[in-house]
């Protein structure tokens, strides 16, 4: 019997023999002297060849006319053709494939089988004047593999499974993960590329309610509302959704954290029992109205007005310009009801901004009367996301839809609330909707992680060029640029899970006096963890070239819908500004309550940074066992965080003495702010992940000395993302005379030596993010 090949080319036997020795010659893209000397020659001894065949022989083997693009990769193909005829344990080489593809051309191979046999030795004569014959010649050129055993061998390169790094990973959420992964796997979630945005809306609304019919919508509700009265579950759930389509993550977010959550969190038992159950089951679409087209993140400065009339015991909703729209509002094409924020004005008085249940449509769907709603129309992204404009034309509601649970209006139609403070009613108010600061990091990450899954599988799958002709081209992660680009974001990626998940906690456990903290916290790490998931993106899409490109690959979707992230639940660079004003009234604070013992400690901890980390020894000490040291780079941290903090009030108090407003001082300052809440944010960070690494550590120093391979792999993850971080930074840390010249250098060669250190370990760090193929959804990273 013949060996059954498909024809790949319509040239001769003769030829067809010769093509893995031509793509052998030619692999490196040049001829060398000895090559064209072996093809020419060697090939007279073999009586396969016609006198056409050598003519054709002699033309390829010129060094001056290279084979085209597509000539060569016909000789790849018809090579790895071959090569994936032969058991995968046979030794073979060049001349066995030569034989398997002259047998291929005949037009009876079953004749010729002893004919081509006796040209081994002829053709063994020929590989080995090309360079030598290893019987795994063969396969490094054309290699036979079965792509997802290739990238499960990578992965198995490492010490860890990457199970192990998903348990940690996934903690105490483990559970309620695998159950939202095991419903966004069913054939009714199957993704598909709709154009138009209202059938990508229609799709994303399925979804939607599907999950609610599972209880997923209603998991941070009370029991008594359909709920399971966890956040932390809730958060969970809303992180993994992101890995399947972020416009239902959205989408999700709005109608049971934004709408939902300003029910629960600023209403009372009537508002929960009337709305909280049915929102949770999705009957009751709702949105969140706060933003206006014309004061953007300025909530104080809102235009919209509810006018309280005391004789029918209403509220007029009322939008007095078109400036005064409520824009950019997710869920307003489909919802029914609108958490409207708005200026409460009772008896001629305004007493700050409230939120207002206003009914928009039907059960019919069709708008009511009075309220006006605009599409936005499409987006770079997010467009399964139905965002529109709401107008409302003096619309009337019952008192008893006002969300009073800081602040209503009695039976004798005055005003009270157990807050007498408006500036800390408003705030308290703002501060029980921080969740969405919370959350829409958590996405940003998820995106970020399937980005980085996406490239670093291609990574470790994909070849390109060989070292030498002859043997098998590199693969791309082993490249040092391509893990200098990909492995410090794949640590960093940890570090803000760590940073995240911190936060989390801080914010389900909080208490009243905690919630200024946490606002500035979460502000911090929102821009923080979205800045990076868009930096990410960008970097992994490069980094896998023109497949990156392909829509199908998922970058562009990736890339258009969290770009969005920067901007929305505040503007990230207003964000970090609030951060840092919060972080200069602690310092200010801490001056206030403690005086001369706080300046006499600041300046007390002025000298020791001088002492100990500024000498002249430690600035210049540059050894490998200092630079791992928490000695080093925690202090590193902490030394930028306090330093930026500190120099900013100084210059903040020197323009104020010098008679400049403190609105045109923070003007001057404004990018020392920014880089001030960087530094915090970054400390925060790094402090979160080393705690979670020692949260593992046993506490008896034997057992600590054999720490297991997790925690020693997560150890060096974290300490790449310290030295990355600090090499970032190292312009300011010489400015700062924390470092010198020389050690700069050594940061940069630590940072080089632990990218290659966890090379082997890299793929299963992606995969320990827990994200199954359905839902990664790129063919590259199969």
Request: aromatic share 8%.
């Amino acid at each position: 019997m013949g060996i059954d090949l498909p024809a790949t080319t319509s040239t001769t036997p003769g030829i067809q023999a010769m093509l893995p020795f031509l793509y052998a010659a030619w692999s490196d893209r040049h001829l060398s002297v000895p090559e064209i000397q072996a093809l020419r020659k060697e090939a007279d001894a073999l009586d396969f060849l016609s006198t056409e065949d050598r003519g054709v022989l002699m033309e390829w083997s010129n060094p001056v006319h290279p084979p085209s693009r597509e000539r060569f990769q016909q000789w790849l193909t018809s090579g790895r053709q071959a090569a994936e005829t032969l058991p995968e344990d046979k030794p073979a080489s060049l001349a066995e494939l030569a034989v398997l593809l002259g047998l291929s051309a005949e037009e009876a191979p079953e004749e010729k089988h002893a004919y081509w046999a006796g040209q081994l030795a002829a053709l063994r004569q020929l590989e080995e004047g090309l360079g030598g014959v290893r019987e795994d010649t063969y396969r490094s050129l054309f290699p036979r593999y079965d792509q997802r055993e290739k990238l499960f061998e990578a992965i198995r390169e490492g010490s860890v499974a990457p199970a192990d790094l998903q348990a940690v990973l996934d903690g105490e959420h483990a559970a309620v993960i695998q159950r939202v992964k095991n419903i966004l796997l069913r054939p009714s979630f199957e993704r598909s590329t709709l154009r138009i945005k209202e059938d990508y809306r229609e799709q994303v609304l399925r979804w939607c309610k599907e999950l609610a019919q599972e209880g997923i919508g209603a998991l941070s509700y009370p029991v008594a509302y359909g709920g399971q009265d966890s956040m932390d579950d809730y958060a969970a759930a809303f992180e993994t959704i992101a890995y399947h389509d972020l416009s239902l993550a959205i989408k999700f977010g709005v109608q049971f954290g934004l709408w939902g959550g300003a029910v629960y969190n600023l209403g009372t038992k009537r508002h929960h029992d009337r709305y909280l159950h049915a929102t949770g089951t999705l009957e009751l679409p709702g949105c969140f109205a706060m933003t206006e087209t014309g004061h953007g993140s300025n909530v104080r400065g809102l235009e919209t007005t509810a006018v309280y009339d005391p004789e029918h015991r209403e509220l007029i909703v009322h939008s007095p310009s078109v400036e005064a729209g409520k824009e950019y509002i997710g869920n307003a094409m489909h919802a029914r009801m609108a958490a409207v924020f708005c200026q409460l004005i009772v008896d001629g008085e305004s007493h700050g901004v409230h939120a207002v249940v206003v009914p928009i449509r039907g059960q019919d769907g069709l708008t009511l009367p009075g309220i006006r709603v605009e599409d936005n129309g499409y987006k770079m992204g997010l467009n399964g996301v139905d965002n529109g404009r709401l107008w409302f034309d003096s619309v009337r509601v019952p008192v008893e839809n006002l969300l009073d649970k800081y602040g209503g209006i009695q039976e004798d139609g005055s005003y009270s609330s157990p807050i007498e403070s408006p500036t800390r009613r408003f705030f308290t108010m703002l501060g029980t909707l921080v969740g969405g600061r919370v959350f829409v990091p958590r996405a940003g990450l998820s995106a970020a992680k399937s980005a980085l899954t996406i490239a670093v599988r291609y990574g470790l799958r994909r070849r390109q060029f060989p070292s030498e002709s002859m043997r098998s081209e590199t693969i791309i992660m082993d490249y040092p640029n391509q893990q200098r680009r990909l492995i410090p974001l794949v640590a960093k990626a940890y570090a803000v899970q760590f940073g995240l998940d911190h936060l989390l906690d801080r914010y389900v456990r909080r208490t009243e006096e905690q919630m200024r903290e946490i606002e500035a916290m979460a502000a911090g790490l929102k821009s923080y963890a979205t800045w990076f998931a868009t930096a990410a993106i960008q970097e992994c899409r490069e980094a896998t070239g023109g497949k990156g490109y392909l829509a199908e690959n998922r970058f562009a979707a990736l890339k258009g819908d969290t770009d969005i992230f920067t901007t929305f639940e505040g503007d990230n660079t207003v964000l970090m500004q609030l951060l840092a004003k919060s972080l200069l009234t602690e310092f200010k604070k801490s001056f206030q309550e403690d005086g001369n013992f706080a300046v006499l400690k600041f300046i007390g901890r002025r000298v020791g940074t001088i002492v100990t980390e500024q000498n002249p020894y430690t600035v210049r000490q540059t050894d490998r066992e200092h630079l791992e040291g928490r000695g080093f780079y925690l202090a590193a941290f902490q030394f930028r965080a306090r330093r930026l903090v500190s120099t900013l009030g100084s210059r903040l108090r020197a323009y104020i003495k010098g008679g400049m407003s403190s609105y045109q001082a923070g003007l001057l300052c404004q990018t020392h702010m920014i880089e001030a809440a960087e530094a915090y944010v970054e400390l925060l960070v790094l402090e979160a992940s080393l705690k979670r690494v020692d949260d593992r550590r046993p506490t008896n120093q034997a057992a600590q000395d054999s720490a297991d391979d997790v925690t020693r792999v997560l150890e060096k993850t974290i300490l790449l993302y310290a030295m990355h971080t600090i090499e970032q930074h190292r312009g300011w840390y010489l400015e700062s005379d924390y470092i010198s010249g020389q050690k700069s250098k050594a940061v940069r060669k630590l940072v080089d030596k632990l990218c290659a250190e966890l090379r082997p370990e890299v793929g299963a760090l992606v995969d320990g993010f827990g994200i199954p193929d359905e839902l990664l959804g790129a063919p590259i990273a199969r």
